[in-house]
């Protein structure tokens, strides 16, 4: 007799920018830029948004262009 | 051909008509070495995500440029900007070829991503049976 495996529930991830079928990544949308930057302001990581790669790498560099421009901030103090 | 685009911050205390000469006088580089301005958009006073020189709020203007290829004015305008203690930030962006990476894409995915979002119902169907078992 097994100990009772416990089954974890989990919902799967899926990489927003697939799933909406944005392929350019402007770094002028801030509206969509924020919801990968939250409190700390730090960029959000793929294993926590379910970002892709593909679409991961565009973000993050359309992230740091926002930055530069002061559209979003780098930290909150 | 390459496409560009340009933003620079001008500090909020230099007049709207002052920003719009600037701008001019830009865009006059530009042209000057060939490239052609298509869309110019004044996002107008914006508050600043942090304080640059103090400032917390700043005057946007955008320049979406074209060029046959080639040599452009871009970096003797940047180094103008650099001088000028009244521009802020600038950006200047390539964007033809992440453009059209992203067109690339659009044309592959339909077929493609629909089939991929069957998959994953699926397999979300799944996951709820597991957690009945539960």
Sequence with gaps: MGRPRKVFFRRRKVCKFCADKIDYIDYKDVKLLQQFIPERSKILPRRISGTCATHQRPLQQAIKRARHLALIPFTTD | ?134
């Design chain 2, 1 to 134: 051909m390459r496409t560009y685009e340009l933003v620079f911050v001008v500090d909020p205390r230099v007049s709207d008509e002052d920003v719009v000469t600037l701008t001019q006088e830009y865009k006059q580089m530009i042209s000057a070495g060939g490239s052609e301005i298509v869309t110019e958009e004044n996002w107008g006073r914006r508050k600043l995500a942090y304080p640059i020189n103090k400032l917390s709020e700043g005057k946007y203007v955008f320049l979406g440029i074209t060029s046959g290829g080639g040599k452009t004015s871009l970096p003797e305008v940047e180094h103008r900007m650099r001088q000028n203690d009244k521009i802020l930030r600038y950006l200047t962006v390539r964007t033809d070829e992440d453009l059209k990476r992203a067109a690339r894409r659009k044309q592959a995915s339909p077929a493609g991503a629909d089939a991929e979002r069957a998959d994953s119902a699926a397999d979300h169907d799944h996951d709820l049976d597991t957690e009945e078992e539960v």
